[in-house]
């Protein structure tokens, strides 16, 4: 018999027991939807965090205070200093350098509007760090932070909630009391690592430190390397700089710290990676749960057409062509289970990522995967069945009713 002839007469087959067929295929369809969806979670959050991450800045270093003065861990004050942030920017390797000083949250208010969001002192080159671009205005200059001028710069999140149906561009708005000009507008960032980056206003380093803050101190000073070959020399060359600057001693702790974003970056990566193979795994198990279901409903039916197999054996059918009948069966079983089975998973993810609003990335190797898994199923859990079917006795088969 051909495998046209086995192709047909398996479709006969299935279309005869038309629910106990599809309820036979459910569980196959669960499982690969499932998958899919679980997997499409997985590495569309992984590319969310690795895109906002990366738009921090490429090629950044991040040197922040260690903070260990008080008496617990991170109760002290910051350590570094303008001073700091000039010495480095002279080193070989550098490419920009922004010291930033920050308050953890101010009360800013616009007309009768109010809003508590946090306000960053800076200098120009972070826009450049960070290649965020202004939609509307510019961002302030270097005379401005020379000249402790009152300017700011806001985030989206903080002109929707202060200036929702009005134009900000040189307007008012008053920090902690004090009256600000809106200079700039910056394009929308989104979120990174839980915390929403538009939700800011940058203002003149020189000005918050005198006007805001009261501190000389910055909050941590951002180094952009020229090249990511350059990061790990550029590294050991701030480490020594600033332990010279701050008198440490070789056995002494180090009073800042020196962050690499394309460490942080690789290991959140390798890390949603782990999530990703954990949910599919997960998804994968009802997979398995129809595999089974498909050889217990083939066992059921080779009982039921034992007197069919016994016939077709009587007329010639060889053991081969019983074995791949039956096979057949359960492969088509498994890849019509397979295709329902990633129309509804690439589905739901479509819904979820609009409805829930959560990042979904469906992969061809993804679909070609799953389709794989499930014939392999299909495979494996056919196989015993039509192994029974093909080794019963002839004569046995004839007599049974």
Known sequence: MDLISSLKMAGQSLLSNKLRSFLTMLGVIIGVGAVIIMVALGQ????????????????????????????IRGAGSSTLTMGDAEAIAELPLVK??????????ATISAGSATWSTTIDGTV????????WPTIQGSFFSDSDVNSLKRVAVLGQTVVTNLFPKSNPLGQTIRINGLSFTVVGVLEEKGDSAGSDQDDVIYVPITTAQQRLLGSQTVRSINVQAESTEALTPLKEYISTLLRQRHRISDSADEDFQVRDMTEILSTIEDTTKMLSFLL???????????????????????????????????????????????????????????????????????????????KMQVSPWLIAA??????????????????????SDPIEALRFE
């Open 44 to 71: 569309g959050t992984s590319s969310g965090i690795t895109s906002r991450l990366s738009s921090m800045g490429a090629n950044l270093l991040t040197v922040s205070s260690a903070m260990s003065a008080g008496p």
């Open 96 to 105: 920009y350098v922004a010291p930033e000083a920050s308050t953890n949250s």
């Open 124 to 131: 120009p080159e972070l826009q450049t760090i960070k290649n």
């Open 280 to 358: 599919g795994g997960i998804a994968a198990v009802s997979l398995l749960v129809g595999g089974i279901g498909i050889m217990n409903i083939m066992l059921v039916s080779v009982t039921e057409r034992t007197r069919e197999i016994g016939i077709r054996m009587a007329i010639g059918a060889t053991t081969r062509a019983i074995l791949t009948q039956f096979l057949i069966e359960a492969l088509l079983l498994c890849f019509i289970g397979g295709l329902i089975g990633v129309a509804l998973g690439c589905g739901g993810a479509q819904l979820l990522s609009v409805w829930a609003d959560l």
């Open 370 to 391: 799953s389709m794989g898994f499930a014939i392999m199923i299909g495979l494996f859990f056919g196989y015993y069945p039509a192994r029974q079917a093909a080794n």
